[in-house]
């Protein structure tokens, strides 16, 4: 494989930290970046304003293969979703959106629709892919995997940060409870279910600084790519 067509995969449960390591590992990277989680989340906000019907399978498995999206890789505004060229940041994290993006996401029609949709982001010089079946389903023949993984503890208290930065009032203990039934969901179900590549690299941030887990990563990059 040519590094042009390189591919970066950063999977784990949420608040491990796989959106901002993505993030800045592109950006340093110079490549573009795939946020997987919020492409469901643009189809859902792509059949809410086209009104439709969450049942018509059909329909949806050709929206998705249809989507005009992106992510913005440099600036302050980097990893933020684009819609049609329209930046629906706002917009894909309503809870409406949210909730639609949930059934879609356990559709095996609609994620296999979305499967070329998502392969199509792998172009030179690179891709970094963050998600939770990227390195095991979507590019399995990715040259570096990246497990990111952190207690359940920790990673509420992430969520619980974030959000009250956002001016959001949020109970810990809920979260807690929350990011635990998503555990439980994404680890047991049929399709793609959230678990390491065979090949992946996995590292516990649970510790660990941004900094430190991007350090990891890209000595891991220059190893396997050069």
Same mark, same amino acid.
């Given at each position: ?112 629709? $979305? #499967?070329?949709?998502?392969? &199509? @982001? ?13 390195? +095991? !389903? ?55 279910? $959230? #678990?390491?590549?065979?090949? &992946? @690299? ?13 350090? +990891? !990563? ?9």
């Amino acid at each position: 494989m040519s590094e042009q067509s390189a591919v970066i995969t950063i999977d784990g449960p949420g608040g491990a930290g796989k959106g901002t390591i993505a993030r800045e590992m592109a950006r340093e990277l110079g490549w573009h970046l795939l946020d997987s989680g919020a492409i469901y989340r643009l189809l859902a906000l792509a059949s809410l304003r086209e009104n439709i019907d969450p049942g018509n399978v059909v329909r949806l498995a050709e929206r998705a293969e249809a989507l005009d999206i992106g992510f913005i890789v440099e600036g302050e505004n980097a990893g933020a979703a684009l819609l049609e060229g329209e930046r629906v940041d706002a917009a894909i994290r309503d809870e409406s959106c949210g909730e639609r993006a949930s059934v879609l996401a356990a559709d095996p029609t609609i994620r296999e629709a $979305l #499967k070329a949709r998502q392969r &199509a @982001f792998r172009q030179p010089p690179g891709l970094v892919a963050d998600g939770r079946d990227m390195g +095991t !389903v979507i590019f399995p023949d990715a040259p570096v995997k990246i497990f990111l993984t952190a207690s359940a503890g920790e990673r509420a208290r992430r969520r619980h940060k974030q959000l009250m930065e956002q001016g959001v009032t949020a109970n810990l203990d809920d979260l807690l409870q929350e990011l635990q039934a998503r555990d439980a969901r994404d680890s047991q179900r049929q399709t793609a279910p $959230l #678990k390491p590549a065979d090949d &992946a @690299f996995t590292i516990d941030t649970t510790e660990q600084s941004i900094d430190a887990v991007i350090q +990891t !990563v890209m000595e891991r990059v220059k190893a396997r790519l050069h």
